[in-house]
Structures are given as C-alpha cells and as structure tokens.
C-alpha cells in the first residue's frame, strides 16, 4: 500500500500548481488563516484532559475488581444454607 502511495504522490507532485478560473468569482479572494497550532488552542487540552481522565477512571475501576471475588456470592449462598 505504501508503494501505491508513493506512486500517487508522483503523479500529484508533477501536477502544475491551481490557476485561478477568470469565470468563477469566489466570494473570498484569498485563503483563510490557519489559526494557531493545534496543542496552543485550549479545546484540544480540554479533549486530552477529559480522554485521561476517562481512561484513569476505567483503569482505577478495573484494578478496584479483583479476580478472586468472582464466585463469592454463590460461596456465601451455600455457607448460608443449612
């Protein structure tokens, strides 16, 4: 697959860079700016921050749990039978 990609990337590097169209009149002449990068915007932090802390709360959950309870309720039921 990489090797197809390479082969395309060719074919799209060899292309001539975008003329402007004198029939089409864009409603804005220019690109827009970027913006800041990614990790300087705070919505991106607060996404992270909320992935760590989800993956935290399964991880603390998980290790809350140990393996050996599973079957002690029935152990109990049948201690408590006579």
């Known amino acids: 697959m ?3 990609n390479l082969v395309r990337r060719g ?3 060899k292309l001539a860079p975008p003329q402007k169209a004198p029939e089409v009149v864009a409603p804005m002449p220019a690109p827009l700016s970027p913006g800041e990068p990614l990790l300087a915007r ?3 932090w607060v996404g992270i921050a909320i992935s760590v802390l989800i993956v935290g709360f ?3 959950v998980a ?3 140990p393996g050996r309870e599973v ?3 029935l152990n109990r039921i049948a201690n408590a039978c006579p």
Do not use: F
Request: aromatic fraction near 0%; proline fraction near 6%.
């Open 42 to 44: 705070p919505q991106s």
């Open 63 to 65: 290790r809350r749990t």
């Open 11 to 13: 074919k799209v590097a």
């Open 71 to 73: 079957g002690r309720c």
């Open 2 to 4: 990489k090797l197809v």
């Open 58 to 60: 399964v991880v603390g």
